[in-house]
């Protein structure tokens, strides 16, 4: 009898998994928009939350992005960190607000990861960033902000159609 039971237990769980392994293959289909973005370099991310390097993270309320325009990238992103070494040349900084040539553009698909990561290299008159951007086939987004002279800091948000 108790064998019995152990079997129909058994039974249960092959027919659980193997529903779970169905829908995880159905859901490997890529959106339209997320090839379409990747492959013309055409990419708006509008971020949600902020994880500083030094404090807690925190969501983000007010409309900030980042925009890839083939050769430019305009960043719109709240900074908060510090300064390892000032700028000499002003006393206002921009922080993440500018917008810029790409020097580097690197883009790598990761399909065991299901996601496309991108590098970029830029400079300002203030600093030179490493904007290191992954792409989730679902449409998340995840994005690290190197710069040379202050703490890095990541963004978290949602890849949109233009």
Known sequence: MKRIGLYILLAALCIACNTAK???????DIPDFVVDALQNKNITVVVNQ?????YYSRDIYSYHYI??????LISDLPYLGQVQ???AYSSITKGLNFTEVIRQYEQVHNPRK????????VKNDEDSYLYRIF????G?????????KRDYIRFYGQLIQD
């Open 22 to 28: 169905n829908n995880l293959n159905e859901s490997n």
């Open 50 to 54: 902020m994880q500083p390097q030094r």
């Open 67 to 72: 925009k890839i325009n083939q050769e430019t």
């Open 85 to 87: 070494t000032p700028s």
């Open 114 to 121: 299901k996601r496309a990561e991108i590098n970029i290299i």
């Open 135 to 138: 792409i989730y086939y679902n």
């Open 140 to 148: 998340n987004a995840e994005i690290m902000v190197k710069p040379t």
